[in-house]
């Protein structure tokens, strides 16, 4: 796989410990993953996962203590981070406060040692790149959060790094602020074609950003792949729950084909449920059902689960329905709000229809 | 509510600080007003007159004295200086270690030991020097001056390195820079404060030093706080009141100095962790 032109980073087994002997923490467990070149790659996991671990392992703060790490198809795992061709936003964004922001714009060419010159047409191309262009002699300390943000991205970018890896570099900035940045982000990762390594632990952002992205938990990757295979066919309980809002269902295979299943759930009620990929369990299991795949229904259909509505919460974009359901468990059901009252008042009883293909079985 | 706690509210406060300040400052304030003083007594007021500052000024033996204190103090402080910022790098930029606060402890050893038993350890072994070397020049009290300003030149150094936040290295490796470079072009430029203020508090330091200067020395090495001493135990004469109260004013013109390097370094920094 290295020899891949389109491989713009590769993980190989990588094994981190940090301390020594029994107080050894492992903060990375035999992780492998493979960036492709200019793509907008995330880490998608809660913090201690290990994503941030595997940046700085990237970027070259950390060694690995096992594995590889393969930038097109060259281990650079023991470079130090001054020779990797690979450039970091971090978290606090830790811009020089000594120096204007052209000048940390400017840093890393000198350093490189790259003509006067050129070093200053990049400077001013990379400020029209974040729209900074007017501020260029400010000290850093008259720039406000969402600014400093893009002189940081500015600064990581004028390298013309292969990689550009990225340290939860929104999560200082307020929502709105964060909403425009998203887009933004998005938009200089289309303009430069530089591949992007981004790390968070909001989920909704990275299904929103991300070409691809990686959930991780516990020092290991569980799933990678598109947010829409992650949203929609997420692989096991955990990247269900941590990714969007979910319901899980017990149940048993009854009969599995080309990719689906028929599922008897212990409600009584059997469904056809998406089988993950490669995967063929047998037996006992557990279905998801995200609450925008299931449907509202009065009372008195045979095909659904049967349960007394007991609250109604109101959104704006959307309605949540809370159905208890005849087990006792709590099924959650949400609507696009069109227009009207919902028809359903709390206390009355109802059936949920799971739309057909909607269920996805997940490993436990 | 708040002013119950308030220190300042208690009864008996503003007569101690009154007097606290009367001790501390009122024999100051008498050797600067009788350094004015046109008589040759030190009890006695007769007019004011710059007799003495002159008197000082012609005086070779305070000259003298005034460019040896200068030399060992310029000396000593950069020395110290260097020392203390290396050891001050060496003992922050690194995971904390079994023997670290020992090594602390070692590094600011000059200020628990007491400075007579370090002058007469110099003594001892500076003699010993001298008779093998047959040197006898100002090195010996340059390089006693610079052991006990390290680390006087170290804690605001280390201090300034804590508050430093790490990131920015690690952004400078990130963008290029060797160690060399980033120490030079990121750590140095935000270390500066730091080093200016050591250098300036070990400086001061050496300047006012007597005790090991006293027994370091050799003959005809008097630093201007030795010649002040050996005046005393002669006749006295406002010329040492003259001499003090000049003293004073560089001492004052020093922190005022620094003051002012410090703020204006400081200031432009507030953000990203940097809180020194």
């Known amino acids: 796989m290295a020899e891949d032109k389109s491989v713009a980073v590769e993980a190989r087994g990588i094994t981190k410990s940090f301390g020594q002997g029994v107080a050894a923490l492992r903060a990375l467990d035999n992780v492998s993953v ?44 023991r470079l130090p981070p001054f020779r990797r061709p690979v450039n970091t936003v971090f978290q606090s964004y830790a811009l020089f406060p000594h120096l204007t922001v052209a000048q940390n714009v400017a840093f890393g060419l000198q350093m490189l040692g790259r003509p006067r010159a050129e070093t200053a047409a990049r400077v001013t191309a990379m400020l029209r790149l974040v729209q900074m262009e007017t501020l260029a002699n400010r000290r850093t300390d008259q720039i406000s959060g969402g600014q400093a943000q893009r002189v940081a991205l500015a600064r990581a970018l004028a390298p013309a790094p292969k990689v550009l890896l990225l340290d939860e570099p929104l999560s200082a900035l307020d929502y709105k602020l964060r909403k425009e940045m998203q887009i933004e982000l998005k938009r200089m990762q289309n303009e430069t074609g530089v591949t992007f390594i981004f790390v968070t632990h909001d989920q909704e952002e990275a299904l929103t950003m991300s070409d691809r992205l990686a959930v991780m938990s516990a020092g290991r990757i569980l799933q990678v792949g598109t947010p829409r295979e992650i949203y929609e066919h997420p692989a096991d309980r955990f990247v269900a729950n941590f990714i969007g809002e979910t319901n899980f269902l017990q149940g048993e295979i009854q009969a599995s084909g080309e990719g689906s299943a028929e599922v008897r759930l212990d409600l009584g009620v059997t469904l056809k449920a998406t089988l993950p990929r490669g995967g063929l369990p047998r037996g006992r299991t557990t279905v998801v059902v995200r609450p925008e795949h299931a449907v509202l229904g009065p009372a008195g259909a045979d095909t659904g689960l049967s349960g007394i509505l ?55 | 509510m708040a002013r119950r706690f308030d220190v300042r509210a208690q009864s008996g406060f503003a007569t101690v600080a009154l007097f606290t300040f009367f ?40 000259q003298g004295a005034a460019w040896r204190s200068f030399v060992i103090a310029a000396s000593a402080a950069t020395i110290a200086t260097i020392a203390a910022t290396m050891a001050a790098i060496a003992t922050t930029r690194t995971p904390p270690y079994r023997g670290l606060s020992f090594k602390y402890a070692f590094i600011n050893q000059p ?80 270390l500066q404060p730091g080093i200016v203020a050591g250098y300036m508090l070990a400086f001061v330091i050496s300047l006012d030093d007597v005790v090991i200067t006293e027994f370091v020395k050799s003959g005809g090495q008097d630093t201007l706080p030795t010649y002040m001493l050996g005046q005393i135990r002669r006749s006295v004469t406002p010329e040492i009141n003259a001499i003090a109260t000049a003293f004073l004013a560089l001492s004052v013109v020093l922190v005022t100095v620094f003051f002012f390097i410090n703020r204006r370094r400081t200031e432009p920094q507030p953000a990203y962790g940097d809180k020194a």
């Open chain 1, 34 to 77: 493979l960036v492709r070149e200019n793509e907008f790659f995330t880490l998608l996991g809660p913090s201690g996962c290990g994503k941030t671990t595997l940046l700085r392992l990237i970027a070259g703060f950390e060694f690995p203590t096992y594995g590889a790490i393969l930038l097109h198809g060259q281990d650079i795992a």
């Open chain 2, 23 to 62: 001790l501390l400052y009122l024999p100051v304030a008498v050797l600067v007003a009788y350094a004015f003083n046109a008589s040759e007594s030190m009890t006695a007021w007769g007019g004011v007159s710059l007799r003495w500052f002159a008197a000082a000024w012609q005086n070779d033996a305070v």
């Open chain 2, 111 to 190: 200020l628990m030991v007491p400075e007579i038993v370090t002058a007469v350890a110099l003594l001892i072994v500076f003699s010993r020097i001298k008779v093998w070397t047959g040197y006898s020049g100002l090195g010996y009290l340059i390089a006693a001056h610079a052991a006990f300003c390290i680390p006087f030149a170290y804690l605001p150094i280390r201090a300034r390195l804590e508050s430093m936040d790490l990131t920015l290295e690690s952004a400078a490796a990130d963008l290029y820079a060797t160690p060399w470079l980033a120490f030079r072009r990121v750590t140095l430029p935000l």
């Open chain 1, 310 to 364: 007991e609250n109604i919460v109101y959104s704006g974009v959307d309605t949540q329905f809370h159905v208890r359901l005849a087990s006792g468990g709590l099924f959650l059901v949400r609507a696009q709000n069109s227009h009207g009252a919902p028809a359903q008042l709390p206390g009355e009883p109802v059936v949920v229809t799971i739309q057909d293909g909607a269920a996805q079985v997940v490993g436990d």
